[in-house]
């Protein structure tokens, strides 16, 4: 193909490095490790525990987290495009109390769920204006937004717990085929934007953003609209989850999801996606929501204390932080 | 005249008068708000924020942040008080020694692994925030240090006054506060802070050590934490693992940005912060007194917190056009 | 310090050379800088004056050579080494702390001792202030950096240099941001520093001011130094002559296009600061050189026509049509193209593959409906790698494996396959070896006469004499010159790109 005759210069070694093997592509994918984890996470579980072996319990243990897990799947979109939300949870939890609410209030279901998510957009779109319109940092924009979705969260619901009719609760009891609704709704979200991130331009260009912003912006790709619409898709991620929980628990109190934000920044981070943005994939954060479900789920059975397992999800975080930075920096040459 | 005009220009002036503004908007609603029993009030919420608030600003002056000065404060406490708890024989004031020390070694893991993996802070905290709150349940098996075991004499330090009926632990965040301006407006390294903050690619040509500086900032964080720990156990008389500096870095860094210290680093004053406190312990006290529910602070702090993140924006866009009208006049 | 007999040199350099990355952009430069004079650098972009100031201020080491400061031999590994041995540095664009007030910048990392150290405010000011009198400035020093003009900052770096003695004092371009009244007082004082026996290294392409100011002048060319003069001994003739005096390589001149309507059409297009009144146009078939030294405007006009740092008065026509580009998409739909000057800072996207960096400016192309056709883009990627001759390993490779030559190649194919009818190159072969620049060259000339229209900046005078129909130069942010074909010397260009009196007091 290139036409080694007609060019008079020598070529340098630099000219062209040799390509990576196959295999060591594929080894060096953080994904790969996250795999590797799931299986020894299985192996570890199930000798604790032979309920492991038994997949309705996998299953039904995931729905605990399956609504972090897809807002974790849009959250691995944002950190891929170079930015960060860390105001999903309480968002959840805002848009869960207006919807119940809203309910209490009218008694209608469709005006309800209309309320719920279209808070969840709102508050994504708050988001979004002071990220990209005031061109304020994301990360410290949202830490404020956190402490602000949560109070208006508390000020709507108090301390009280808003009851929601029964037809409604029960999510995760819900069986199709045999599996819990809440993971199939994760299976086909994370099949949905798998596709959306790997085969669409739209995907491709959230991958350009995250890796040279200024290039992007050369190349006519619209950074600042790609950025505004996919922190309005954590929005609208995070009111579906918050509804979701609320069925899950029957009742929406203002600490719904409290802590979620640290679950979720660790489903991204433990699939291996870049903090400083560019790389990442939703198989990883997919693999990654199994894991903690595994971990968590393990953790609980031995019978360790709450506390026990928040403490191994903090050092959880730094490790995989610490790890993909390593991989990431390595494979960079 | 012009003296003048730049002291009514001061971030730190702006924020006084708000503190007037709503004391009297609040006075005139409810006159109980003017009393001293009060200002006894606003006082003693403030304390603990002040504290953790100091060692915050150096972290966000130096252009980090550390989110877990809540469990770290929680982590410290309850070291202390369990250490009361089991050996009541160690005298009460080496509780202090124990929980400064005990938030100092936080505060340098966090220091440590910020700069040692170039990690962004804010994640790297997220992470210990988690870290240590789980550490303070499994050290504790997640019970509470009841009020007995509190030494009487550290209690003591919230209710009795060395003078005017102002408890000791106001003269102790005070104290904090004026340490806290002579490192950091009178001590070499405490500028070099400042100028870390302000142009982070330019202090190493000015041969400041910047892994250095960041470590310092972190560990007197922590330490500043830790001291918030033991005065906890003082002001409550208990500590608990999962309400003690439960949002506790919501309210520090809300006082603490809207005191002036800017986001971006290089800026911030001990005085704007100590105004930012108050302003935060009078929006506090007022509140029940208005008929405002207590479950409205979080929200307050949020929306504290965001209009600071503006004020600070337009006063930074304000500094870009100046300059950018300087060089179209050339 | 013992001070040497009085003809030693202050800094005495032989056989320095310079290499980054195995180019060689400093060769052999042996130069003595006397006590008390005001020594003049001077020559093109790229020539190694700068490389050669920053080696005296420890910002690079030398690969090759020796200096020695008062006949002492030394090494200057670092800034603050520098600093201590008595040099000083002033960017263009000086280094400060702007939230720190002026006072403390002129003391942070001189002073040593305890860091618990107390900040001896007062002793601070009152010195700070002794300074700024005995500079003349007046400035109240307790103020923060932040809102000074960059005069009043170089007058800080200027202050720093002698509150900590400095016996050389190197200032890279410093009038360049400056008013003519502020250049005066930089004159004045730099002339009072020369007379109490200290060292000026003035870099400037002014060289009126150089005429005015300095005492001798050494002009590089390529990374060598040519020579060192009094002043008053050449004429400015000659010191161009000198500046360019390389002799042209065999560049292909460009084969004959059919030049047609015109495409790119720009008129009085402003940017306040930046650049003003800016009027010209390209037609289809022509290359239009743009001309001029670094910092000139060039790369703000072409950024201003492509909508990243849009204009704020002016009109821009494409084809005859007026337009109004706000952000880049606009202008590649209009059938723009712009290869930027750095590649990575605005162009490549380092991690990812060559393909995706090919294909990346035709969304709609690769991806009809949205979802990418997988087979179509890897042919059109394969066939620019094919046409441009690319090399590479794999499409599949991340392009910062690539040498620097075959990244710009990829470039240029991420904007070929635009179809663009108007293409703006900006230093399209900087840092790029001679081979592959060849053939950047042919590629333009065919690029022309396929019928489209290009605005190429460059640097190098050779490059717009062999490939443009015109050359356009720019001088501090204006035109001021279009020069045809046949009258296109490199004295031509040199003395309308070089600042002349008259414009920088227009200015």
């Not at chain 1, 009218?106 to 719920?116: D, F, R, Y």
């Not at chain 3, 400061?69 to 400060?96: D, F, K, W, Y």
């Not at chain 3, 190429?456 to 001021?480: F, H, K, N, Q, W």
Request: charged share 15%; aromatic share 6%.
């Amino acid at each position: 193909m290139t036409d080694q005759t007609s060019t008079p210069t020598a070529v340098s070694a630099l000219d062209a490095a040799p390509p990576r093997p196959r295999w060591q592509v594929i080894l060096i994918r953080p994904e790969t490790m996250t795999f590797v984890l799931l299986v020894l996470a299985f192996i570890v579980s199930s000798s604790i525990s032979p309920y492991f072996l038994d997949i309705n319990y996998i299953l039904s243990s995931f729905t605990l987290y399956a609504e972090f897990s897809i807002v974790a799947l849009v959250l691995t979109m944002v950190i891929i495009a170079g930015e960060i939300d860390l105001s999903p949870a309480a968002n959840m939890a805002l848009s869960a109390c207006l919807f119940a609410w809203t309910y209490q209030a009218t008694q209608s279901m469709p005006l309800a769920i209309l309320v719920g998510l279209g808070a969840g957009i709102a508050m994504g779109a708050f988001n979004a204006v002071l990220v990209i319109g005031m061109q304020l940092p994301s990360i410290i924009v949202t830490i404020g937004t956190l402490t602000l979705y949560r109070g208006l969260a508390q000020i709507i619901a108090g301390d009280q717990s808003i009851r929601l009719p029964d037809y409604f609760i029960g999510i995760n009891n819900d069986l199709w085929l045999g599996v819990p609704v809440p993971v199939i709704i994760f299976v086909v979200v994370t099949i949905a934007l798998a596709f959306f991130l790997g085969a669409t331009i739209w995907g491709r260009q959230i991958y350009q953003i995250g890796t040279n912003e200024v290039a992007a912006q050369h190349a006519g790709i619209r950074a600042r609209r790609i950025k505004f619409m996919l922190f309005l898709a954590m929005g609208f991620a995070s009111a579906v989850a918050g509804m979701m929980t609320a069925s899950r628990l029957g009742s929406v109190r203002y600490d719904l999801g409290l802590g979620g934000e640290l679950q979720m920044v660790l489903m991204a981070m433990l699939g291996g996606t870049y903090i400083f943005g560019g790389r990442g994939t939703i198989l990883g954060t997919f693999l990654a929501a199994w894991l903690l479900s595994v971990i968590s789920t393990g953790m609980l059975t031995a019978q360790w204390l709450p506390a026990t397992q928040l403490c191994v999800l903090g050092l959880l975080l730094i490790i995989s932080i610490v790890a993909t930075n390593l991989i990431y920096s390595r494979t960079q040459r | 005249m012009n003296a003048l005009r730049s002291i009514l220009l001061r971030r730190e002036t702006g924020i006084a008068v708000m503190i007037v503004l709503f004391v009297i908007a609040v006075g005139i609603a409810k006159p109980r708000f003017l009393s001293l029993e009060y200002l006894r009030i606003i006082l003693l919420l403030t304390p603990l924020i002040m504290i953790g608030a100091m060692g915050q600003m150096l972290v966000l002056v130096a252009r980090h942040v550390d989110l877990s000065i809540g469990s770290t404060q929680a982590f410290a406490a309850m070291v202390t008080a369990m250490m009361f708890k089991f050996h009541p024989e160690i005298p009460w004031y080496l509780g202090f020694l124990v929980s400064i020390g005990v938030g100092l070694g936080l505060g340098f893991v966090n220091g440590a692994l910020t700069t040692l993996f170039r990690l962004p802070s804010i994640i790297v905290t997220l992470g210990t925030l988690n870290l240590y709150r789980g550490l303070t349940f499994i050290i504790s098996d997640a019970r509470q240090v009841d009020r007995q075991y509190i030494p009487s004499a550290l209690k003591a330090m919230s209710t009795t006054s060395p003078i005017l009926g102002i408890p000791w632990i106001i003269f102790m965040a005070l104290g904090v506060a004026l340490l806290t301006y002579w490192f950091a407006s009178h001590t070499r390294v405490g500028r070099q802070v400042f100028a870390l903050g302000s142009n982070p690619a330019a202090a190493p040509l000015r041969g400041i050590r910047v892994n250095a500086i960041t470590l310092m900032v972190f560990s007197i964080s922590g330490a500043l934490a830790g001291l918030s720990g033991i005065m906890y156990a003082s002001r409550w008389g208990f500590v608990n693992p999962s309400n003690t500096g439960a949002g506790f870095e919501f309210q520090v860094i809300a006082a603490v940005v809207i005191g002036g210290v800017s986001i971006n680093g290089g800026v911030g004053s001990v005085l704007g912060v100590v105004l930012g406190v108050l302003l935060l312990g009078c929006v506090s006290a007022a509140l029940p007194l208005l008929g405002i529910p207590g479950t409205a602070q979080s929200a307050i702090y949020g929306a504290v917190i965001i209009v600071a993140l503006l004020i600070d924006r337009s006063v930074r866009q304000r500094g870009i056009a100046a300059l950018a009208a300087q060089r179209a006049r050339a | 310090m013992a001070e040497a007999a009085a003809d030693t040199p202050l800094i005495a350099a032989r056989g320095i050379s310079k290499s980054f990355a195995q180019i060689e952009v400093l060769r052999d430069v042996d130069l003595d800088l006397r006590r008390g004079e005001i020594h003049a650098l001077l020559g093109e972009n790229g020539a190694g004056k700068s490389t050669f100031a920053k080696i005296l201020a420890g910002v690079h080491r030398p690969t090759r050579g020796t200096l020695k400061l008062n006949g002492e031999p030394v090494e200057i590994p670092n800034p603050i080494v520098a600093q201590r041995l008595g040099i000083t540095l002033i960017h263009q664009e000086p280094i400060s702390f702007p939230d720190l007030s002026v006072a403390e910048n002129l003391v942070l990392g001189r002073t040593r001792g305890s860091p618990l150290g107390r900040v001896p405010w007062a002793q601070m000011t009152r010195e700070a202030r002794e300074l700024m009198d005995l500079l003349g400035v007046r400035m109240d020093v307790t103020k923060p950096m932040r809102g000074l003009s960059i005069a009043d900052q170089q007058m800080v770096e200027i202050a720093r240099a002698l509150a900590s003695d400095s016996r050389l004092i190197i200032m890279d371009e410093p009038t360049a941001p400056l008013t003519p009244k502020e250049v005066d007082t930089l004159f004045a004082i730099a002339r009072r520093l020369r007379d109490e026996g200290r060292t000026i290294v003035f870099i400037s392409h002014r060289l009126e001011e150089v005429r005015a100011l300095c005492d001798r002048v050494t002009v590089f060319r390529d990374g060598n130094k040519i020579a060192t003069e009094e002043i008053g001994k050449l004429t400015d003739a000659d010191i161009i002559r000198l500046m360019i005096g390389r002799p042209l390589r065999e560049y292909m001149h460009k084969s004959r296009a059919e030049i047609g309507e015109v495409a790119l059409k720009v008129e009085n297009l402003t940017l306040p600061g930046t650049f003003r009144d800016v009027s010209f146009e390209v037609k289809k078939g022509e290359i239009v050189g743009l001309g001029g030294l670094v910092g000139a405007g060039r790369t703000d006009v072409a950024r201003a026509i492509f909508g990243v740092a849009p204009a704020t008065s002016g009109t821009v026509s494409i084809n005859g049509r007026p337009v109004d580009i706000r952000e880049p998409s606009q202008a590649i739909a209009l059938g723009l193209a712009y290869v930027s000057e750095d590649r990575a800072v605005s162009g490549i996207f380092r991690t990812l593959s060559v393909e995706e960096n090919i294909t990346a400016a035709i969304p709609r192309k690769i991806a009809p409906g949205g979802i990418i056709r997988g087979a179509l883009e890897k042919a059109l990627a394969s066939e620019s790698v094919r046409k441009l001759r690319i090399r590479l390993a794999s499409l599949r490779q991340p392009i910062g494996e690539l040498s620097g030559g075959n990244q710009q190649k990829a470039i240029l194919a991420r904007w070929l396959l635009t179809d663009p009818s108007v293409l703006i190159l900006d230093e399209p072969t900087r840092g790029i070896d001679i081979g592959v620049k060849a053939e950047f060259y042919e590629m333009i000339g065919e690029l022309a006469a396929g019928g489209r229209a290009i605005l190429l900046i460059s640097s190098e005078l050779p490059e717009l004499l062999a490939l443009c129909d015109r050359v356009l130069v720019m001088s501090e942010g204006r035109l001021t010159a279009n020069i045809a074909r046949a009258d296109a010397t490199q004295e031509a260009i040199m003395s309308a790109a070089v600042p002349r009196s008259t414009q920088a007091v227009a200015a």
